[in-house]
């Protein structure tokens, strides 16, 4: 009989915290769904031609966001160039080739254990002192870049990593059994089965870089841009124009503001689609 009772017990336990997960999760979705759906009432009638090809105004009725979106456009690129072959490296490094006694490279996992749960903010702070200042680039869209990669490159070691360690070590075992190098089983076997979880965690690091404004406020790309940036010349991004749209006076700079939110949900979404696209078609089956 103690049995029994002890089992029901536990089993109300587990009942009762399922339905504790399931009222959360309905909470965080209801929330979810009432900003979405005051966002899309805002702003989809803003939506516009004019909001993609035209520079900020002071006047609402003719203002755009062509430069924010060349400069979020942009910005994604050289995260692309600069994330993922130092990204991937580290991760082939770490996981292939480090040897887990050696003291510096213990060192190295906890570093980027622990960078990638520091605030973006901080890497905004760094990335002005050290980059900005100390360097001397100065506040243009390469610095800002570069504040992005350094925020996003723990999460595309830790994701490529998963990847590499996900990969079968009986295929690395063949792969060495039929003579080959540990460079060919890495590059030949390894790598490309390791590829859909790469992508897809390299496209969700890019999707978080692209959505963050307090690195790029720390470094000036609060300032009103009307012309298409350059490299090395100033400019603003779509989360910074959102921001400053916001924090005007005149109620048509919110339906504005609502609009440029409805434009980065869709690159952010285009992107994890493109995500779990590429992991579905370069996914192997063994």
Do not use: C
């Amino acid at each position: 009989m103690r049995g029994l009772g002890d089992t029901r017990s536990r089993r109300g336990s587990e009942l009762a915290f399922a339905a504790l997960l399931l009222s959360s999760l309905a909470v965080g979705m209801a929330a979810l769904v009432a900003l979405l759906a005051d966002v899309i009432h805002d702003g989809a009638g803003w939506v516009t031609w004019r909001l993609l090809t035209q520079a900020p105004s002071a006047d609402p009725a003719v203002a755009g966001a062509r430069p924010a979106i060349l400069a979020t456009i942009y910005l994604g690129l050289l995260l692309l160039a600069m994330v993922v072959p130092v990204g991937v490296a580290s991760a082939v490094y770490l996981e292939e080739y480090a040897r887990k006694e050696r003291w510096y490279n213990r060192l190295l996992e906890i570093a980027i254990q622990n960078l990638a749960g520091v605030p973006s903010i901080v890497y905004g702070i760094l990335g002005l002192a050290f980059i900005v200042r100390g360097a001397g680039l100065g506040r243009v869209l390469l610095a800002g870049a570069i504040i992005l990669a350094l925020l996003t490159l723990p999460t595309v070691i830790i994701a490529s990593r998963e990847a590499i360690r996900a990969v079968s070590d009986s295929i690395r075992q063949g792969a060495y059994a039929l003579g080959a190098t540990r460079w060919q089983v890495v590059s030949r076997q390894v790598l490309p089965a390791a590829l859909p979880g790469i992508a897809t965690g390299t496209i969700l690091a890019l999707s978080r870089g692209l959505g963050e404004t307090a690195p790029l406020l720390m470094i000036g790309a609060l300032t009103f841009i009307a012309f298409d940036p350059t490299l090395l010349g100033p400019f603003t991004a779509l989360p910074v124009q959102i921001y400053n749209w916001i924090r005007q006076p005149q109620a048509e700079f919110r339906l504005l503001a609502a609009a440029a939110i409805l434009l980065l949900l869709a690159l952010v979404l285009s992107l994890n689609a493109a995500a779990i696209w590429i992991r579905d078609r370069a996914q192997r089956r063994w």
